[in-house]
């Protein structure tokens, strides 16, 4: 039988990279994002080379509570059984000591990535087949493990993550849904120009002289980790840049 992924932040980067690889693998995808339009060609690409799987594509911010249990709850019936949900939305807003901080800032970030993956998983979990393979992967950060200077409220909200994690994984031990976190370093998406608020030139400085990671690279962690046999479960993945020993500290060339 076929299994079906749910994708959120599928629109770029780790959320996009997860959706090629896991189409070329056979899996059939339900997509969301806030860009639609994005969303749009890239199902139109998928399905061009991958024929024979499904996509189901739909806009979603998962900041808000309303339109995602609207959406998730409205989903045609045939995308209402769903094995694999990755937790990829999420974000960081500016690089300030917290006595500088934007508020907005802080309050996308709580919104985003903290509630909006409570407000996803809410709706999806009732909708796993615990005898199908059924797996949540939320996408942490090296910043869930440590804190780093000016690093504050992103900091805070992947280390919620991180309990976030744990508290599902003890929360639905007796349903047999597997609970993974996937915590990588630096990976080179819209991340950094994100964070910067389209400052694409200081995005482009946080990897000077470094290789980073990929998409790919976390996606192929992804596919290795919802991969394996019944009996195992990879709870807590780290995944860094040869070059970078941990938040703060690379070997830069």
Not at 64 to 75: C, F, M, N, R, T
Not at 93 to 114: A, F
Not at 204 to 215: M, R, S
Request: proline letters at 4%; charged letters at 20%.
């Amino acid at each position: 039988m076929t299994k079906t992924v749910f994708i959120t932040g599928a629109s770029s980067g780790i959320g996009q990279a997860c959706a090629e690889l896991l189409a070329k693998e056979g899996y059939n995808l339900l997509l969301c994002a806030r860009r639609l339009n994005r969303l749009e060609k890239l199902k139109d690409t998928l399905l061009a080379a991958y024929p024979t799987i499904q996509i189901h594509i739909f806009e979603l911010d998962v900041r808000d509570a309303e339109q995602v249990a609207h959406q998730i709850d409205g989903l045609p019936s045939a995308w209402k059984n769903i094995n694999i949900l990755i937790n990829n939305a999420g974000l960081s807003q500016g690089l300030d000591p917290i006595q500088n901080g934007d508020i907005g800032d802080w309050d996308r970030m709580i919104d985003t990535n903290i509630k909006g993956l409570l407000y996803v998983s809410k709706s999806v979990i009732p909708l796993m087949d615990a005898g199908n393979g059924a797996h949540i992967v939320n996408l942490g950060s090296i910043a869930g493990k440590e804190v780093y200077p000016n690093g504050n409220v992103y900091c805070a909200t992947k280390h919620a993550v991180d309990a976030l994690t744990k508290a599902m994984r003890i929360d639905l031990l007796p349903q047999g849904i597997k609970v993974t976190s996937i915590d990588p370093g630096m990976v080179e998406t819209e991340f950094s120009e994100v964070r910067f608020h389209g400052d694409r030139e200081k995005a482009k400085n946080v990897y000077n002289g470094v290789q980073p990671l990929t998409g790919k690279d976390i996606a192929e962690t992804i596919l290795f980790v919802i991969t394996r046999p019944a009996h195992v479960n990879i709870n807590d993945l780290l995944i860094m840049p040869t070059a970078q020993a941990t938040g703060t500290i690379v070997n830069r060339k």
